[in-house]
C-alpha cells in the first residue's frame, strides 16, 4: 500500500495536538494518511499505554486515517541510533509516501526533538541505496519523499507556511479529545494529576493558537509548518485563490 503522506510523532496525541486540522483536511480529500507513533507515551503523567492506546483508536476513526501505527520505542528516550533509525527507513521505504512530517526540531519535551532528529536522518538514508533494509526477508528498493516538513508543538517558530484548518478545526479538537485521560474536557471527570496540557488554560492556548495563524492568512483557524528548503509556489494557483 503506497501512501501519500506519513507523520511521525514522539507520542500518541502529538500529532493531533500539532496538525490534527491538516489531517483532517488530506483524509476528506481522499488522500492516504499514515501516522507513526514511535512511543506508546508510558511515561505520561495521566493514563498509560494501553488507555492511550484505545484513545489513538478512536482518534484513528476520527481522523479518518488508512494506517497507523506504534513502534513501542521507549518513552523518554527517543533519540537518534541506528536501531531506531533503520525502523524508521524500512517504513518509508514499504509505504512510499510523497510528503513526511515530522516535529519541528526545537521543543520543550526532549523526545520531540530526538523525533525530529532521527526522521530527518531516515529520511535522507531512505534514498541511499546502498543502505539496506528488509522487509519479509527481502531487500528494500531505495526510495526518498519529496519534501520533509515540521509542526509545531510547544514551542513556535517563524512559519513557512501556514494551513487553513477552519473547516476541519472542529474535527481536530474531536480527536484531541479523544484521548481524554490527558486533556481537560468540562464533559469527563477528570482522573490523574494536573500536568501542562491537561489544565484548561492548555486547550485555551491551542484554540487561540488556531485563531492567530488563521488571522495570519485570513482564515478563522490555521497550523503552522516550517520547511527547512524553499519551495516553489505556482502564481496561477494565487491568482485562482483571489477570485
Known amino acids: ?111 520531540h526533538i530526538g523525533v525530529s532528529m532521527l526522521i530527518k536522518e531516515a529520511m535522507f538514508f531512505s534514498g541511499v541505496t546502498k543502505y539496506e533494509t528488509k522487509e519479509n526477508g527481502i531487500i528494500q528498493s531505495a526510495y526518498r519523499p519529496k519534501k520533509l516538513f515540521y509542526f509545531m508543538q510547544t514551542y513556535e517558530f517563524q512559519p513557512s507556511f501556514i494551513i487553513d484548518i477552519s473547516n476541519s478545526f472542529k474535527k481536530k479538537m474531536d480527536a484531541v479529545y479523544a484521548f481524554n485521560t490527558q486533556f481537560h474536557n468540562p464533559d469527563v471527570e477528570s482522573n490523574g494529576p494536573e500536568t501542562f496540557i491537561s489544565s484548561p488554560e492548555f486547550i485555551k492556548f491551542l484554540e487561540a493558537r488556531a485563531k492567530y495563524f488563521g488571522f495570519k492568512i485570513g482564515k478563522e483557524y490555521g497550523e503552522a509548518f516550517y520547511s527547512e528548503e524553499l519551495m516553489e509556489y505556482d502564481l496561477n494557483i494565487l491568482l485562482e485563490g483571489a477570485k
Not at 489531517?23 to 492516504?32: D, P, R, V, W
Not at 511515561?43 to 488507555?51: C, H, I
Open 1 to 111: 500500500m503506497k501512501l501519500d503522506v506519513m507523520v511521525f510523532a514522539a507520542h500518541p496525541d502529538d500529532a493531533e495536538l500539532g496538525m490534527g486540522g491538516t489531517i483532517a483536511n488530506l483524509t476528506s480529500e481522499g488522500k492516504k494518511v499514515g501516522l507513526i507513533d514511535l512511543s506508546a507515551g508510558e511515561l505520561g503523567s495521566r493514563g498509560n499505554a494501553e488507555t492511550r492506546k484505545k484513545e489513538a483508536e478512536e482518534s484513528t476513526k476520527i481522523l479518518n486515517l488508512t494506517y497507523r501505527e506504534n513502534l513501542g520505542f521507549p518513552d523518554g528516550n527517543l533519540k537518534p541510533n541506528l536501531e531506531f533509525r533503520k525502523v524508521i527507513i524500512s517504513l518509508i521505504r514499504k509505504y512510499k509516501p510523497e510528503i513526511i512530517f515530522a516535529p519541528y526540531n526545537n521543543d520543550r519535551h526532549p523526545d
